[in-house]
């Protein structure tokens, strides 16, 4: 089974106290609010004359921003998600489809208007896309950590270097630097995730239920999981419907095109963004996999009524499984025996709707990267551009440099093994 063997820390978030400890999108402070792009450049700025105090609180304050945005999008494009659905008045007024089209795009932004009017960060300068992407792949994290071991904070410095390696586990610098913090005293206590979402401490700690054969309170978790996960989904696509730039004159469909390109490059990011990491590699099929350890958890519980439908709907997402075949054939073969129906063997809802909708937003993008885009561009499919990192805006502090990014680069040497492929050690 997967991440059977994943060693699993405690972590005790309450030692190291965080940028978002306060934080709420509905009651952001005024006199905090201020452009991204302002925050974050007055931010490196100070990082590179050396003002490490300045620079941690413009850090944290961008990381508060960022945040600010992403969920001031998500609240009114989900609390307009339902404005103008189509009903029998609008039918009958509208027959026109066209019409209806026009209809819907007038009252989803007017009522997007209304509710952006309510939120200040809305009446600033919208920050460029490259600079969202950045946050995105917690770029900011790399600063703070080396400008709280300047100041002497090596906790926070050590916490602010695990939420970076979340994201990013193979950079060298910062796993240079984390094995440096290691041998200066016992870090578990200090390895917070600042980023972690609500899901990932349950679903790790269902896994562990699960291996130590508590499987009644393993599915109890392994289903809040689920939900947690769907309901950060649900949020992370609909953060997606903001603002973009229109940078070139173009008819009306292709500038639309355009425009809903970009929003579907975001929301099929969506689902590798919010993919685990656990133990330094990220969980695939994460979706699935929770799936897999509930039908089990559930066919230990004697449960098969549940169980089948976690099968089915494991079969969504990786229908080759043959260990899965397997079971779903077993379960069909004592069906009478369990009482089963054939109800029993479809994907569950949430599990169905989750499959069709990242599945048809795969299938328009690459329709709209092939065939909808000018001469001169290369074709990139839709998993390339979830997986794709444009090059970041401050790309002159990356890597060992002038900044000190990686300040054991020169001394700190790794332990010597003798699995080493250098120099053979007695």
């Not at 413009?58 to 009903?87: G, T, W």
């Not at 939420?163 to 950079?171: C, I, Q, S």
């Not at 041998?183 to 206590?189: H, K, P």
Request: glycine share 2%; with cysteine; hydrophobic share 35%.
């Amino acid at each position: 089974m997967p991440l059977k063997s994943v060693c699993l820390l405690v972590l005790i978030p309450a030692l190291v106290a965080a940028q978002y400890e306060k934080y709420s999108f509905q009651s952001f402070p005024q006199s905090d609010l201020m452009p991204l792009d302002a925050a974050y450049g007055h931010a490196l700025d100070q990082y590179a004359a050396h003002n490490w105090k300045e620079s941690v609180k413009y850090l944290e304050l961008s990381l508060r921003l960022r945040r600010l945005l992403r969920d001031s999008e998500a609240f009114c494009s989900r609390n307009c998600s339902s404005v103008s659905r189509d009903n029998d008045t609008a039918a009958t007024l509208f027959a026109d489809h066209h019409l209806r089209v026009a209809r819907h795009f007038l009252l989803r932004a007017s009522c997007l208007k209304r509710c952006k009017a309510n939120f200040p960060v809305f009446g600033i300068a919208y920050p460029r896309r490259d600079l969202l992407e950045d946050f995105d792949r917690r770029t900011p994290y790399r600063y703070i950590q080396y400008a709280y071991y300047q100041l002497n904070n090596v906790e926070k410095a050590v916490a602010a270097a695990h939420t970076f390696l979340k994201k990013n586990p193979e950079d060298p610098y910062l796993v240079k630097n984390m094995n440096y913090y290691k041998t200066l005293f016992d870090v578990d206590d200090y390895l917070v995730d600042y980023e972690e979402q609500p899901y990932e401490s349950v679903f790790l700690k269902a896994v562990k239920l699960y291996n130590n054969g508590d499987f009644s309170s393993s599915a109890r978790d392994m289903e809040q999981a689920i939900a947690e996960y769907f309901k950060i989904y649900d949020l992370c696509s609909a953060g997606c419907e903001g603002s973009y730039e229109i940078t070139e004159y173009k008819d009306f469909f292709p500038t639309l095109a355009d425009l809903y390109t970009e929003v579907l490059k975001c929301k099929v990011k969506c689902e590798a963004d919010l993919t685990p990491n656990v133990g330094g590699f990220f969980v695939e099929k994460f979706v699935a996999t929770m799936y897999h350890y509930l039908q089990f958890a559930y066919y230990k519980l004697n449960d098969v009524k549940n169980a089948a439908p976690c099968a089915a709907s494991y079969m969504l997402f990786d229908s080759k499984d043959q260990v899965m075949q397997q079971n779903v054939q077993y379960y069909r073969f004592y069906r009478e025996q369990w009482g089963l129906e054939d109800r029993h063997f479809q994907p569950r809802p949430e599990a169905l709707r989750y499959y069709n909708q990242t599945t048809k937003q795969k299938e328009m993008l690459e329709f709209s990267l092939n065939y909808l885009q000018t001469d001169d561009e290369d074709v990139v499919g839709p998993e390339e551009v979830a997986t794709s990192h444009a090059e970041p805006p401050d790309t002159e502090f990356e890597g060992i440099g002038d900044y000190e990014e990686s300040f054991v680069a020169d001394w700190w040497q790794e332990p010597k093994t003798k699995w080493d492929t250098g120099e053979v050690t007695d």
